[in-house]
């Protein structure tokens, strides 16, 4: 049996069922062993959510859709082909690996934020001379009128 995750993968989610859409794009660790059971058919792994999505959306054997925070504990299977595992080049050495975060974990590359703009500086014609500033006069005092 061939699946695109491995045991302790994180992998995004690429499908869920009816009413549990607002999963997708979530990341999540998966962990065995695989199931048949939840989805005849179809390889499935126990998961739970990574990161702080907010509640996760349940489809319940008896057509309820919950939410609840997703722990192992929770015991929610999810389908091997619904899952895309995030992971590293098979020789590729990456930050992620070398300060210790799971196997397979690659962080999100930012677009790169575009450098300030230069200030404008209104064009001069060359025939005019730029103004020179003059000093500042000191005011006189006056000691007229001034008396002892």
């Not at 730029?130 to 005092?141: E, F, I, L, N, S």
Request: charged residues 20%.
């Amino acid at each position: 049996m061939t699946t695109r995750c491995k045991n302790g993968d994180i992998a995004i989610v690429l499908r869920d069922s009816p009413g549990c859409e607002g999963n997708v794009g979530r990341l999540v660790e998966v962990r065995g062993p695989t199931s048949t059971n939840c989805y005849p058919g179809l390889v499935s792994w126990y998961i739970r959510q990574i990161g702080d999505h907010g509640l996760w959306f349940i489809a319940e054997a008896d057509g309820r859709i919950t939410q609840e925070k997703l722990t192992w504990s929770s015991r929610v299977f999810h389908p091997d082909a619904w899952l895309l595992p995030i992971r590293p080049a098979p020789d590729q050495k990456t930050e992620a690996n070398e300060i210790g975060l799971p196997q397979g974990y690659r962080p999100v590359q930012s677009a790169p934020v575009p450098p300030a703009p230069a200030k404008a500086t209104p064009p001069q014609s060359p025939s005019v001379a730029p103004k020179k500033r003059r000093k500042p006069v000191k005011a006189q005092q006056s000691w007229e009128g001034a008396g002892p």
